[in-house]
């Protein structure tokens, strides 16, 4: 912890009701919110998970993992799932910390065990990989079940995966559909991407519906998934609006040919367009960002 932060934390201790200027000036120049870094320097757990996260991501300051690891170890020492977890996902990376699946795996499990659903995927993965823990796919199967009940996405497509491979369960195929379908009605960008393929080639036993495979298409599409708008554009490709919108989104992320035939693809689109309706497009995509889905 540097001077600075120490001065904020003994100027809160001395006047917990008061606001120091020296303390918001120092906040400032660090970029963080205030009162945020008083409660933090405090020792209130979420705060210091949250001015982790500041660190880790670089959103107000410069991304510094190292100090990122400093504060989720504040918060996971007084027992926060959030710090625990996300310090362990740096110890299995070894970004800011050293490379350590033990203690990954060690901090996973201790969030898990409170419930905490991030984690319980986070161990399963552990177990899938024997990363940390020894490989047991029985063990990864009981953390994702316990994640998906609480609709962890990440844990549900997992599911599937093992499900589809007869993975620690035998081959199913119609579990692992159905896991997928879940994990895409939670609001899992890839599972609506797939789920909307599938309706779309008629596959796992689905009638082809492309109806429904816009609809899913475009409920991943609006979460930013570039395969989702790239197929959702091919759909609707009578609707060259639709086309160009999507398909200006979709293009810079492509790469080769695909890349190249998006690019043809809306330039075509553009041609059967009015120059004011184009721009009014251009506009759109300006301002578009992706938005999760609230469910």
């Known amino acids: 912890m540097s001077g600075n932060l120490k001065l904020i934390a003994v100027v809160v201790a001395m006047a917990w009701f ?83 699946y033990a203690r990954a795996a060690e901090l996973y499990r201790k969030a898990a065990e409170k419930g905490f659903s991030p984690a319980e995927f986070s161990l399963g993965v552990c177990y899938v990989h024997g990363q940390g823990v020894p490989q047991s796919f029985e063990h990864a199967l009981e953390w994702y079940r316990k994640a998906a009940e609480q609709n962890n996405t990440d844990a549900l497509l997992n599911l599937a995966f093992l499900y589809q491979n007869g993975q620690g369960v035998p081959k199913d195929p119609a579990q692992s559909f159905a896991f997928v379908r879940m994990a895409a009605e939670a609001g899992s960008a890839d599972a609506q991407f797939q789920l909307g393929m599938d309706y779309n080639n008629g596959e796992h036993g689905l009638q082809t519906n492309y109806d429904l495979a816009a609809s899913w298409l475009r409920r ?24 160009y919108y999507w398909l200006s989104l979709a293009t810079p992320h492509l790469l080769g040919k695909t890349r190249d035939k998006s690019a043809e693809l809306r330039q075509a689109a553009a041609a059967r367009l009015r120059p004011a309706d184009r721009a009014q497009i251009d506009e759109r995509v300006k301002s578009w960002h992706p938005v999760e889905e609230q469910l």
């Open 220 to 243: 991943s599409a609006k979460q930013g998934h570039v395969a989702a708008q790239f197929n959702l554009a091919m759909l609707l490709k009578a609707e060259p609006a639709e086309v």
């Open 18 to 100: 008061t606001t120091n200027s020296l303390g918001q000036n120092e906040a400032k120049r660090s970029g963080i919110e205030p009162s945020l870094l008083a409660k933090a320097n405090a020792g209130n757990p979420d705060a210091e998970f949250r001015v982790g996260v500041e660190f880790e991501l670089g959103s107000h300051v410069p991304k510094d993992p190292a100090k990122a690891a400093e504060w989720y170890r504040k918060a996971a020492d007084q027992g926060d799932v959030k710090g625990e977890h996300s310090l362990g996902v740096l110890y299995e990376s070894g970004t800011g910390v050293p490379l350590d």
